[in-house]
């Protein structure tokens, strides 16, 4: 029986581990079955750019994997059970229930109304690609005049607010932030973003905590109100769920809690990547939701998986952080030089030489999934049969 392994979602992480995997192993030796919902790789940091109308080029995970050796499961993932072993995933055919010898788990995360009232019925996010277009469509219907406010000043709320505002010069953009605008940039990072900001007329509410949307304007703590015909909520992100609801040990949050290999803590035959993780970082700090951590983090998960099948060396993927990549528009941006463990340095890039360099790196994201291990050459192993289920005898990095 080959090894049976299962990775849930296709996104930037599971995408990398899946392929990885299949370069990792001898395909006569493992059955990787890669289980998404939709048909496409979604370039989740683009959204913004999808939700003002940029057409994003299609990446069917059909052409990603042929040849590859990964299984492509179209399904919806509604459950998994840790203790059997098994996935419920539901397709146009019904529901199915997937059997695993190893699950890496990567359902990656929404969007994250944080409770507040009105969000459900008249905020957009831009977290899912059901939800830029959405979006799209809705400013689309937007006349001259009318007014936008993005809710949450963290990058994703930076990009959405200036994205809408460069395409549509039109519209009265506002930005409603919990602190002072970029209060976590460098100087340089901080005054370029204001600059960019004033040039593009975009309305900065600072130290404006939103505590409730309505058809026509959002509502502070402190009682003002900001008009707006379009609430984007841009609060952060939540994870899906399924997580919770299973034996593993999960954050309150609902992320499943991983030691330096990806691997659960609870269950050895599980591993989390990507928004889905709850992985310490440098500083002892969680690494927080993003691309930039993740895809490392895959390439730990894959290659730690094929380590303990093929009785080879753990490996220890050096995880941290560069740089924070802020698109301000087409034309504009902000790279802001960071510590391994996120915190900025005085160093920033800006203008438009920002603005290239953050194209490159989304377009880098993407080719990394398709090119799992950076075109380098890879030896495949034979998993070693008394391996297979002998993992937790080889000792995790610290
Ligand atoms: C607008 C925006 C801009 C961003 N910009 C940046 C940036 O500049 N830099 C950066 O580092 N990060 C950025 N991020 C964050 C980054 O996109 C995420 O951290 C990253 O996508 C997480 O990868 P993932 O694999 O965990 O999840 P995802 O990429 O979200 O992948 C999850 C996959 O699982 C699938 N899935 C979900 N639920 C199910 C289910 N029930 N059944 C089957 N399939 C399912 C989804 O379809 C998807 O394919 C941005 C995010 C957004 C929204």
Not at 118 to 127: F, Q, S
Not at 152 to 164: V, W
Request: hydrophobic share 45%.
């Amino acid at each position: 029986m080959p090894q049976r392994i299962v990775v849930l979602g296709a996104g930037y992480t599971g995408a990398i581990a899946a392929g990885r995997l299949a370069k990792r192993l001898y395909r006569e030796d493992v059955a990787i079955t890669l289980v998404n919902a939709e048909p496409d790789f979604v370039e989740r940091v683009r959204m913004h750019q999808l939700a003002v109308g940029q057409d994003l080029k299609p990446r069917p995970l059909s052409e990603m994997f042929a040849g590859t050796g990964v299984e492509l499961k179209l399904a919806k993932v509604t459950g998994v059970d840790v203790d059997r072993r098994t996935v419920d995933v539901m397709d146009g055919n019904g529901a199915e229930e997937l059997a695993y010898d190893t699950l890496v788990y990567a359902l990656g995360s929404g969007w994250n109304a944080q409770g507040v009232p009105g969000t459900a019925e008249h905020a957009h996010e831009i977290a899912s690609r059901p939800g830029a277009l959405r979006l799209r469509e809705r400013l689309g219907r937007l006349e001259a005049g009318q007014t936008v406010t993005v809710v949450g000043g963290g990058l994703t709320g930076l990009e959405a607010a200036t994205e809408i505002a460069e395409a549509r010069p039109d519209l009265d953009v506002a930005l409603a932030a919990r602190g002072d605008l970029g209060d976590w940039l460098s100087p340089k990072g901080r005054g370029h973003l204001r600059k960019v900001f004033d040039k593009l007329g975009i309305t900065v509410h600072e130290h404006a905590a939103v505590t409730g949307v309505e058809a026509d304007r959002v509502t502070t703590a402190d009682g003002k109100a900001i008009p707006a015909a379009v609430t984007v909520w841009t609060t952060g992100f939540a994870v899906h769920p399924i997580a919770k609801a299973t034996a593993l040990e999960v954050t309150g949050a609902g992320q499943i809690v991983v030691d330096g290999t990806m691997r659960s803590v609870s269950h050895p035959d599980v591993y989390a990547v990507g928004d889905a993780a709850y992985a310490m970082g440098p500083g002892d700090k969680p690494l927080r939701m993003a691309c930039a951590t993740g895809g490392p983090a895959a390439w730990q998960a894959a290659d730690a998986i094929a380590a303990r099948l093929t009785g080879g060396e753990l490996p220890n993927v050096p995880i941290r952080y560069f740089q924070q990549c802020i698109s301000l528009g087409r034309k504009e941006g902000v790279i802001q030089f960071v510590t391994a463990d996120d915190r900025a340095v005085r160093a920033a890039l800006t203008g438009q030489l920002a603005a290239v360099f953050k194209e490159l790196v989304c377009k880098s994201a993407a080719w990394v999934v398709a090119n799992p291990t950076l075109g380098m050459p890879t030896r495949r192993r034979r998993v070693a049969r008394e391996r297979a289920t002998a993992g937790s005898a080889v000792k995790a990095p610290a």
